[in-house]
Nanobody, 126 residues
Framework: QVHVVESGGGSVQAGGSLRLSCAAS????????MAWFRQVPGKEREGVAA?????????YYADSVKGRFIISEDNGKNTVYLQMNSLKPEDTAMYYC??????????????????WGQGTQVTVSA
């Protein structure tokens, strides 16, 4: 079984930065995609950023975070980070990390991911 654990959430004022970390452990040798999603109570889950860790490093971002958030990986360690800059109150959400075994393009499709973390809260105050 694969365990996905996020860390790094917290509270910050608008304009500030946070860095989230996500590590997948267990029988995780063949993971190909890792991604960040977020959800606000009462709203649908939103894909934020995704990376093809299986090769190439292809990345995808939601339009709402392009130019502000950066997803990166710790090569070969099934670990990704989400650097969040210029944070806005509308970025407030529970952030979830997810991992996928399949090598096809998973992008920001939540249904393509096999393993999910418990989430870490990000709160941005005005």
């Amino acid at each position: 079984q694969v365990h996905v654990v996020e860390s790094g959430g917290g509270s910050v004022q608008a304009g500030g930065s946070l860095r989230l970390s996500c590590a997948a452990s267990g029988y995780a040798g063949n993971l190909n995609w890792m991604a960040w999603f977020r959800q606000v109570p009462g709203k649908e889950r939103e894909g934020v950023a995704a990376m093809w860790i299986g090769g190439g490093g292809t990345t995808y971002y939601a339009d709402s975070v392009k130019g502000r958030f950066i997803i990166s990986e710790d090569n070969g360690k099934n670990t990704v980070y989400l650097q969040m800059n210029s944070l806005k109150p509308e970025d407030t959400a529970m952030y979830y990390c997810a991992a996928a075994r399949q090598s096809v393009n998973c992008g920001l499709r939540g249904s393509a991911y096999d393993y999910w973390g418990q989430g870490t809260q990000v709160t941005v105050s005005a």
